[in-house]
C-alpha cells in the first residue's frame, strides 16, 4: 500500500477524533517545550557567565601566591621579573587586604588592593573620572587612591570625591580617581575597592607579602607559552614548591565555567525530558484505547486484504503524526517561552539549533517508541477475531 | 466481465475439520468435510445457527485455519501459505458480503469501495473510476459520497456489493447478505447476487433461510459439522 494512503487514513483518523489528539499532543507539546525553554535559558546563563568572563580580557593570566611566611613570599622585583618575557605584555602584582576607610564621619571597612600602572589595562577598568596609579606614584610612595563607585557612592554620597582626602587605617590617601561602575561580575567586583599604589601599600602594611600578580600574554594563542613560563619562574622562586601558587588563565576559568554550565543545561533538559517521556506514554495509552476501539475495523480492513504492515504502518503513523505535530507546536511555543523568558530575565535566550533538532527527534523517537506496542497490537490481530469483535 | 473458463475448480475441500478445544472439552465445529465449487458455481450453503456454516465460511475466506484437512483455492494451497500470502489472496481472489454489511462508517460509499484497491496496490485514478463504475452497476451513482450511516441497509449493502468486486475476484462469498433487511430490500440484494453469477462469478452464500438457499442453482446443507448435497 502506498504510503501517502496510510498516512492519508492516519490523519483522518486523527481529525475524527479531536479532542482526544489535541489533548495527547499536549503532552508532548509541553514537553518539546519545557525541553527548549529549560535548555535555552540554561545555555543564555552560560554565555551570561562567558561574556563576563571574556570582558576581564582574554589573554589574562592570574596567579594566586600562597606562599607561606616571609621565606615563601615574593618582593616586588620578583614579581615584575615573571613579567619578563617577549610572550607577557603587561604584569601587576598585588596586594590585598581589607581596611577602615574614612571620609568626615563615613566609615566603611573595604578592600584595599596595591598595584602598579598596568592594572587598570588589565582588568579592563574604565574610569569615571581623574586618572589612575601612575609609576611615578609608585617610585615616589605616594599616597593616592582610585576608588570603586560604590565605595565613592558609600562614602561621598554626592559630593565629587575628587581631591578628597580619605583615611585608610588612619592614613591619609588623596582620591586621585573614581571607576565606573563594573556592574554586578562573578570576579570579585572592583565596584567595591579601592586601588592604591602597591608600593605604598608596603609602607603602609609593613609586609611586603603579594598575593596575586596579574598577567596578560601578548597574544591570546601565547597564553600557554606565557603561562609556562610564569610556572617556571615561580618554580625557581618558590624551590619548587608547587603548592605555594596557584595559576589560573581565563580559558581554564571559560572551560571550568562552561562545564558546570553544560552540566546544568543538561540537567534542566533531562529534567524536562521527563515530561516527554510521560507524553509518550500518554500516546501509548490513546493508542491502545483506539486500537481497542477499532478492533472490528482492522478486522474489516483485514478481511478485504490489509496486511499485518498496512495495519501496523497505518498506527505508527498515527502515532508519529500526533508526536510530530506536537513537536513542531512544541518548537513553537518553546521559541516564545524562551524569547518571554529572555525578555523578563534580561538575558540572552535564544534556542540553539541543535537544541530545536534534538527536542523535535526525540518526540519523534517517542511517538515511534511508544507506538510501536499498540500498533504492533493492532497488526497482530488475528483476521476472525478481530471481525468477531463487538 | 471477462468470460472465464468453466468447469474449474475454484475450491477444492478435503477431510477438513475444525477442532475447538473449551477446556476439556473438545467441540469438532467442522466435521470430516469435502467439498468442490466450480468456476460459475452459485452454491448456497444452509444450515441452523451452530451448524457451522460460518466458521465453513471464514476458513473458505481464509480469515480463519482449519485443524485438519486441506483447502485448495484456486490451486492454491492454504496451509502452505503464511498471513501476508492470505491476505494478498483474500485482496485477489475473494470478496466478501457480511450480514451486518461491514463498512467502516467514518469513509464514504466511494472510499469503502476504494478500500480493497488501496491494500492491492491499483493506482488512485483507477480505483476511483473502477469505484464510481462498481457503485454505478448497483445503482448507488447518486450516493457516492454519502457515509454509511446516510444510506439505508440495502443501500449500504450494495456499497458492501461494489466492495466485495473491487478487485474483480473469482469467489464471492456471501454469509447471510439479507439477514439484516427487509423483505424487499432482500429481494433487490438477491437479484443482485444473481445477476453477478449470470456474468460468471461463482458465488458461495451462507444462510439460515431455505427460501434464500433455494435461489442457489446448487444448495449444500450443513448440520453438526458434517455436509449433506
Known amino acids: 500500500m502506498a504510503l501517502m494512503q496510510a498516512i492519508k487514513m492516519s490523519l483522518k483518523s486523527i481529525i475524527d477524533n479531536k479532542l482526544r489528539s489535541f489533548l495527547t499532543m499536549l503532552g508532548i507539546v509541553i514537553g518539546v517545550m519545557s525541553v527548549i525553554g529549560l535548555v535555552s535559558l540554561g545555555q543564555g546563563a552560560t554565555e551570561g557567565v562567558t561574556s563576563q568572563i571574556k570582558s576581564m580580557g582574554s589573554n589574562l593570566i592570574m596567579v594566586s601566591i600562597m606562599g607561606r611566611g616571609m621565606d615563601t613570599s615574593l618582593s616586588y622585583s620578583q614579581a615584575m621579573s615573571i613579567g619578563d618575557s ?14 577602615y576607610a574614612k571620609y568626615g564621619d563615613q566609615s566603611y571597612e573595604e578592600n584595599i588592593s596595591g598595584v602598579n600602572e598596568n592594572y587598570m589595562a588589565l582588568r579592563n577598568l574604565k574610569l569615571r573620572e581623574g586618572r589612575f596609579i601612575l609609576s611615578i606614584d609608585n617610585d615616589v610612595r605616594q599616597k593616592v587612591a582610585v576608588i570603586g563607585s560604590n565605595v565613592a557612592s558609600d562614602l561621598f554620597g554626592f559630593t565629587d570625591p575628587l581631591g578628597k582626602t580619605i583615611k585608610l587605617d588612619g592614613n591619609n590617601f588623596t582620591v586621585v580617581g573614581v571607576l565606573a561602575s563594573g556592574g554586578s561580575s562573578i570576579s570579585n567586583s572592583y565596584d567595591d575597592s579601592i586601588f592604591i599604589p602597591i608600593k605604598t601599600m608596603f609602607v603602609f602594611q609593613r609586609n611586603r607579602g603579594i598575593t596575586q600578580i596579574y598577567l596578560s600574554a601578548t597574544e591570546e594563542q601565547y597564553v600557554n607559552i606565557a603561562q609556562y613560563h610564569v610556572e617556571n619562574m615561580l618554580n625557581t622562586i618558590f624551590k619548587g614548591d608547587k603548592n605555594a601558587y596557584r595559576i589560573l588563565n581565563q580559558s581554564d576559568l571559560l572551560s571550568t565555567v562552561n562545564s558546570v554550565s553544560n552540566t546544568l543545561s543538561m540537567m534542566l533538559g533531562g529534567i524536562a525530558g521527563i515530561a516527554l517521556i510521560v507524553g509518550g506514554i500518554g500516546i501509548m495509552n490513546i493508542m491502545l484505547v483506539s486500537v481497542t476501539e477499532r478492533t472490528r475495523e482492522i478486522g474489516i480492513r483485514k478481511a478485504l486484504g490489509a496486511k499485518k504492515k498496512d495495519i501496523l504502518l497505518q498506527f505508527m503513523i498515527e502515532s508519529l503524526t500526533i508526536s510530530g505535530v506536537g513537536g513542531i507546536v512544541g518548537v513553537i511555543f518553546g521559541f516564545i517561552a524562551s524569547y518571554l523568558m529572555g525578555h523578563f530575565m534580561n538575558m540572552a535566550v535564544s534556542p540553539s539549533i541543535n537544541t530545536i533538532i534534538i527536542s523535535f527527534s526525540f518526540s519523534l523517537l517517542i511517538g515511534l517508541f511508544f507506538g510501536m506496542y499498540p500498533a504492533n497490537k493492532a497488526a497482530g490481530l488475528k ?8 | 466481465m471477462e468470460n472465464r473458463k468453466e468447469n474449474r475448480n475454484v475450491i477444492t475441500i478435503k477431510n477438513l475439520s475444525k477442532i475447538y478445544k473449551m477446556g476439556d472439552n473438545i467441540v469438532k465445529a467442522l466435521d470430516n468435510i469435502n467439498l468442490t465449487v466450480d468456476e460459475g458455481e452459485f452454491v448456497s450453503i444452509v444450515g441452523p445457527s451452530g451448524s457451522g456454516k460460518s466458521t465453513l465460511m471464514n476458513i473458505i475466506g481464509c480469515l480463519d485455519v482449519m485443524t485438519e484437512g486441506e483447502y485448495y483455492l484456486n490451486g492454491n494451497d492454504t496451509r502452505k501459505l503464511n498471513e501476508n500470502k492470505l491476505a494478498e489472496l483474500r485482496s485477489s481472489e475473494i470478496g466478501f458480503i457480511f450480514q451486518s454489511f461491514n463498512l467502516l462508517q467514518k469513509l464514504s460509499a466511494l472510499e469503502n ?29 447518486k450516493r457516492i459520497h454519502h457515509r454509511p450511516t446516510e444510506l439505508s441497509g440495502g443501500q449500504q449493502q450494495r456499497v458492501a456489493i461494489a466492495r466485495a468486486l473491487a478487485n474483480n475476484p473469482h469467489l464471492i462469498l456471501a454469509d447471510e447478505p439479507t439477514g439484516n433487511l427487509d423483505s424487499q430490500s432482500g429481494k433487490e440484494v438477491m437479484k443482485i447476487i444473481k445477476e453477478l453469477n449470470e456474468r460468471g462469478n461463482t458465488i458461495i452464500l451462507i444462510t439460515h433461510d431455505i427460501n434464500v438457499a433455494n435461489q442457489a442453482k446448487r444448495t449444500v446443507k450443513i448440520m453438526d459439522g458434517k455436509i449433506y448435497e
Open chain 1, 86 to 99: 617577549p610572550y607577557i605584555s603587561q604584569i601587576s602584582p598585588i596586594m590585598s587586604a581589607n581596611a
Open chain 1, 383 to 390: 483476521p476472525i477475531d478481530a471481525l468477531r469483535y463487538e
Open chain 2, 113 to 141: 469501495v476504494e478500500l480493497p484497491m488501496i491494500y492491492k496496490g491499483i493506482p488512485a485514478k483507477e480505483r476511483y473510476n473502477r469505484a464510481v463504475e462498481l457503485l454505478t452497476m448497483v445503482g448507488l451513482e
